[in-house]
């Protein structure tokens, strides 16, 4: 009972020396053959583990690499890449003991974080379109915020919304409509502009001044044939006149001669009546 009790002792008492031998302390590090040896400092790294007679080898990190902080490593960290393609540039240079900062390119937001939170992928930001505006500029954290511009409104670069021009205002005629992206169309009124505005203006009264002329005329012109019809005695006269003056009727082209002569034959006939009411008394 004894010498089990004693087997027992020595079997925790090696397994606790082991334990001890595997869990170095916090400035050493456990080797391939679970030896604790002292950590390199930052910026350089495990050349030759420690031995029995000697301490820990250390080297320096190599251009392009890094160690910031206290190890037992064989290698040094790469730096990061700050890739001009991805949206970064350098904002400050890798050293042997800190890793290269990089920093969101400008016109860019960044879309993807590395373990330590800084960017390591940006994407440039949205532009609006023509018939937008911005209303809210991008930062390096967040994208452009776009809107439609409202009627009577339009942008062309998609930054404002400017208001279309008032032609009126301005003294001009709007000669094209505006849209989201182009602003309306305004020109002085030319002299042919005049001449096309006015044309109608000018035809529709000269119309209405022949037909009132027309209409004055008509009256008239429609009175010798129904004094033809009711004065037989006149065509009787005219044709006497013809035979005694021996020139055309009133058909003829002499119209000159024809007047004439029916004031003598009226004068004549009106002697004859005369006597005629003398010898009747």
């Given at each position: 009972m004894?010498?089990l ?5 020595l079997?925790?008492?090696c ?5 001890c031998?595997?869990?170095c302390?916090p400035?050493y590090?456990?080797t391939r ?8 400092s ?7 583990d420690?031995?029995?007679?000697s ?5 320096p990190?190599?251009?392009g690499?890094?160690m910031?902080?206290?190890n ?13 393609g991805?949206?970064l540039?350098?904002?400050r240079d890798c050293t ?7 920093d ?19 994407v440039e930001h949205?532009r609006?379109?023509?018939g ?5 500029p991008?930062t ?13 409104f339009?942008?062309?670069l998609?930054v404002n919304?400017?208001?279309w021009?008032?032609?009126v205002?301005i ?7 505006g849209s989201t ?7 002085n009124?030319?002299s042919?502009?005049?001449?096309i505005?006015?044309?109608p ?7 209405v ?6 209409a004055r ?9 129904v004094?033809?019809?009711q004065?037989?005695d006149?065509?009787q006269?005219r ?5 005694i003056?021996?020139k ?9 001669s024809w007047?004439?002569s029916l ?9 004859q009546q005369?006597?005629?009411d003398?010898?009747?008394?």
């Open positions: 004894v010498c009790l004693s087997v027992q002792y079997f925790f008492g397994y606790f020396l082991h334990v031998a595997i869990n302390g400035a590090y456990k053959a679970d030896e604790c040896c002292p950590m390199c930052p910026g350089l790294v495990v050349r030759r420690c031995t029995s007679n301490s820990t080898s250390c080297i990190c190599v251009r690499t890094y910031n902080k206290a037992g490593l064989n290698k040094c960290f790469p730096c990061s890449p700050c890739d001009l991805q949206g540039f350098i904002q042997t003991t800190i890793n290269t900062i990089c969101v390119r400008d016109g860019f937001h960044c879309k993807s974080y590395s373990s330590n939170s800084e960017c390591s992928f940006a949205t609006c379109d023509p937008q505006r911005t209303t809210e991008g390096k954290t967040s994208d452009t915020v776009c809107e439609v511009c409202p009627l009577g339009y942008s062309q998609g919304c400017t208001a021009t008032d032609c205002v003294g001009q005629v709007k000669t094209a409509e992206t182009q602003d309306v169309t305004c020109n009124l030319s042919r502009s005049h001449l505005l006015t044309a203006i000018l035809v529709t009264t000269l119309v001044l022949l037909c009132f002329y027309r005329e008509k009256p008239e012109g429609m009175t010798s044939p004094q033809d019809t004065q037989p006149s065509i006269l044709g006497s006149l013809s035979r003056s021996g055309p009727s009133a058909s003829g082209h002499n119209v000159d007047q004439d004031t003598c034959t009226q004068v004549e006939v009106v002697d005369k006597t005629v003398q010898e009747s008394d």
